[in-house]
């Protein structure tokens, strides 16, 4: 049998997140500059290329994989990859195909979607309100998101919300998104500012850092929350609002990291692999992929880079300077 992808700290990498694209349709203010530079499309990989690393993966112990960008969705033939990707699902080789989007392009392909095997899908939406909603987004349409999110329940897919913690954007929305996201049975996750990107120096993104044991204190006010141990294969800590019986998620990777039971990858849409969210270290699988065509090369790089993974990110927002920035945008690396 193969072996399975063990990191130096005894950590099994079972869960892979794919960037097949750097472009969106929105230019959210906490993940692209207004003027973004994408890449030539010489540099980015395939969709033969993705089927063929994604499916190395799969054959060395990842379960899962989440389809990320940019905005997944406006890859030019984005659904025949989803389309290949569904033959592990139907082998019994992967647990599941997911994407985390922007919900824009969702009213076209949720059906296609489902019919690849999509359980559910992560959708950003940092807003309810329709003006914040354009002001953050800078090109978002929020109509067209939200009947991208009826598509996707129409289609029988299981929506989860995910809100990016903004002190003086929706701070004063968490008990909104609390009773939104009940009314229409979605789980809802809070997840940290982190300070990526060309302009994230110690003023704009500490800025913008609220807390989410903040952001729990508040919600606390109003709802009873109990922790529960649950695990969905990602960063998220969980707690039942008792009121509703829904789910909510804290991703925490400033107040409270999650790196000692990190289990994921990431591989950008250009074919580096980053161990590490938090880190610049990568390996670059594009030129092992694009020289040869000898699995076991690629088998002993993907090794070799997972024998790389450090035990944890630098992000750090205390004593009013913000510590561990990364350059690259999150669209690029993967959101």
Not at 14 to 34: A, G, I, K, N
Not at 44 to 59: H, I, K, P, W, Y
Not at 181 to 200: H, Y
Request: some cysteine.
């Amino acid at each position: 049998m193969t072996q399975p992808l063990v990191d130096p700290f005894a950590r099994a990498i079972t869960y892979l997140r794919v960037s097949v694209t750097d472009r969106c349709d929105f230019r959210c203010v906490y993940c692209m500059s207004e003027h973004m530079t994408f890449l030539p499309k010489k540099d980015l990989l395939t969709l033969e290329e993705l089927d063929r690393l994604c499916s190395r993966f799969v054959a060395l112990g990842v379960r899962k994989l989440r389809i990320t960008g940019g905005e997944p969705l406006v890859r030019k033939g984005i659904m025949t990859f989803f389309e290949a990707m569904s033959r592990h699902l139907a082998s019994g080789a992967l647990d599941e195909l997911t994407l985390t989007t922007n919900g824009s392009q969702l009213r076209r392909f949720a059906r296609p979607l489902a019919d690849c095997g999509v359980r559910r899908v992560n959708v950003s939406l940092d807003t309810l309100d329709e003006d914040k909603f354009r002001a953050v987004t800078r090109w978002g349409r929020f109509a067209q998101v939200m009947d991208g999110i009826d598509a996707a329940q129409e289609a029988g897919i299981r929506v989860k919300i995910n809100a990016v913690a903004l002190k003086g954007v929706n701070d004063d929305e968490a008990h909104r998104f609390v009773e939104w996201c009940a009314g229409r049975g979605f789980d809802l996750t809070f997840i940290e500012v982190m300070p990526m990107g060309e302009d994230m120096g110690d003023g704009l993104r500490l800025d913008q850092y609220w807390s989410l044991d903040d952001v729990r204190a508040h919600l606390a006010r109003r709802w009873t929350l109990t922790d529960i141990p649950l695990s969905t294969g990602g960063p998220a800590r969980y707690v039942r609002v008792e009121e509703t019986g829904q789910r909510i998620g804290f991703i925490t990777p400033l107040s409270h990291n999650f790196c000692e039971s990190c289990n994921r990858v990431r591989l950008t849409c250009t074919g580096q692999l980053y161990m590490c969210l938090g880190q610049e270290d990568d390996a670059d699988l594009r030129r092992v992929l694009r020289d040869s065509d000898d699995d076991a090369a690629l088998d002993a790089a993907i090794r070799a880079a997972i024998d790389r993974k450090p035990r944890g990110h630098d992000f750090d927002y205390s004593r009013q300077k913000v510590a561990g920035t990364m350059t690259r945008h999150m669209s690029h690396t993967g959101g």
